[in-house]
């Protein structure tokens, strides 16, 4: 066995800069939870309190705190420029703290002394979503069952999802081998649960659902249940006439039964243990100019904390009388500290000059509207900024701006098109809107075919588009076709 040698060249990315790339990838709020992080974790870093405004008037005299403060302060050994004397008093504070506390017996709080602050927070946090599982078990332990029925029923529970519908067969939750509940218990079971609240949890389908809660409505469904219990296909083609002979009532009526349907939840269990979207937070402003000509980009850092490096840490890491092992500990911490304070500076730079680049290069889609967004490759403004495209994709991803036309991804920016007979420049998103502004403006009682919206699309100044292409955007738009759009 012998050994070799050889030379070859490897990119590895050092650790500052995949800190760097993350840093700059993350929304204003993910940042402000990480800047807190490394508050937390670096001691070298320390957040900057905002100062108070000297135009607000306060006392002249010196007051009770800062007797106190002037009192204690001497007492700090001021011949130790290291503060190492303060270091070791700071070591004993838990254990002086600890024996003065068993001596002194417990703690009381007298009435009118004024409550933490954190633990009246913690007080009014609320309390955690309850789930639809956990709101179904509850309301399941008070059913007067037999007890058979009542496992059938915890085991039906567990398999409703979180629209409240169940998303199995009774037939596979019976099991030959057990004699737990039989198939007739499984039934009645169903039956039950199917009691619960909300109305229409435990339905096996869209059909049964709302014949659930139409079961349990205190007013007279009975026309509507007759629909949907025998012309629910019909319904959902949107084949009024047809209904209307088969069920011998005129098509109002059964528009009017159609209306009434629609007060009814198709996913009833979202009701319970919904998910809290988190309010979404611009990370850059753009605002028009007192002019009107021009627009101002400025960048949402009011959340973020201010930080600095602590200079008495500075100090011993330079200081020789201090042990190696200290000073060690307090580079490392100063040059990752460093790091984390460049990353940021780098990443608001970096988003700064990406949003005026697409502030210029869309002013048309600012000054007038999505109609005249333009396409706009990432290329093009990593070449205007002078960094890469992977760097432009990081900066606007989960990013928001903030503009006249409301909150807008900066992702939304950056899309394809064509161009018209003119060399007008065309993007999809504008072709997009235009085709909603036709479909909102059609004629109802006899709605456009996908051919027709093609045509008003070329009337409109977007030629060249395929009947299949204006079918896959009214598709991506949740737009149904001509004949579900039709009103009777």
């Known amino acids: 066995m012998t050994g070799q040698m050889r030379m070859e060249q490897r990119m590895k990315l050092a650790p500052h800069l995949i800190q760097s790339m ?26 900057v309190e905002p100062q108070p405004d000297p135009d607000v008037d306060g006392p002249i005299g010196p007051t009770d705190r800062d007797e106190d403060q002037i009192e204690y302060q001497s007492l700090i050994v001021d011949t130790d420029p290291n503060k190492l004397h303060d270091f070791q008093r700071l070591a004993s504070f838990g254990q002086d703290v600890g024996e003065y506390l068993e001596l002194s017996g417990p703690v009381r709080v007298s009435a009118d002394q004024e409550e933490d602050p954190k633990l009246q927070a913690i007080k009014n946090a609320p309390a955690p979503p309850r789930s639809l599982h956990d709101y179904l078990v509850e309301q399941w332990q008070l059913v007067d069952a037999p007890e058979p ?4 029923g915890r085991a039906i529970i567990d398999f409703i999802d979180r629209r409240g519908y169940l998303t199995v067969q009774i037939e596979q939750l019976h099991n030959k081998d057990q ?21 229409g949890v435990g339905a096996r389908d869209l059909r049964e659902c709302l014949l659930i809660q139409m079961a349990q409505s205190d007013e007279d469904m009975s026309f509507e249940m007759e629909l949907v219990d025998k012309y629910f296909q019909d319904l959902l083609e949107n084949r009024l006439p047809e209904i209307a002979k088969k069920a011998g009532c005129s098509i ?9 349907l629609r007060r009814f939840d198709t996913s009833p269990g979202l009701q ?11 990370d850059v402003i753009v605002q ?48 990752s500290a460093q790091w984390i304070l460049e990353a940021i500076r780098q990443r608001n730079d970096t988003l700064l000059k990406v949003t005026k680049a697409i502030v210029r290069f869309q002013k048309d889609f600012l000054d007038k509207g999505p109609l005249y967004l333009k396409p706009l490759p990432m290329s093009k403004i990593a070449q205007e900024v ?11 991803a989960g990013k928001y701006m903030q503009c006249p036309w409301g909150l807008v991804p900066l992702r939304r920016f950056f899309c394809g098109g064509l161009e018209d007979q003119q060399g007008q420049q065309h993007s999809w998103e504008a072709i997009r809107a235009q085709l909603q502004r036709i479909i909102d403006s059609e004629d109802k009682a006899n709605p456009l075919s996908d051919d027709q919206i093609r045509q008003r699309l070329a009337e409109a100044g977007f030629p060249n588009i395929a009947r299949r292409t204006v079918a896959k955007y009214r598709s991506f738009l949740n737009i149904p076709p001509a004949r579900l759009r039709r009103r009777y």
Do not use: C, W
Request: no cysteine; glycine share 2%.
């Open 179 to 199: 004699d737990e509940f039989t198939l007739q218990d499984l039934k009645e079971a169903l039956r039950l649960v199917q009691t619960l609240d909300p109305p």
């Open 22 to 47: 993350e840093i700059l990838q993350l929304p204003a709020m993910a940042l402000q939870e990480r800047i807190e992080q490394e508050v937390n974790s670096n001691i070298v870093l320390e957040l």
């Open 149 to 152: 029925v009542k496992k059938a």
């Open 272 to 282: 319970i243990g919904q998910d809290h979207n988190l309010p979404i937070t611009p």
């Open 288 to 335: 028009p100019t007192a002019d009107g000509k021009d627009y101002t980009v400025t960048l949402v850092d009011e959340y973020l904390p201010n930080l600095r490096l602590n200079q008495t840490y500075l100090q011993m890491a330079k200081d020789p009388n201090v042990s190696k092992p200290t000073r060690q500990f307090l580079q490392n911490n100063i040059r």
């Open 386 to 396: 002078g960094v890469h495209v992977a760097t432009v994709s990081r900066a606007v």
């Open 252 to 260: 109002e009526r059964v528009r009017q039964a159609i209306a009434r």
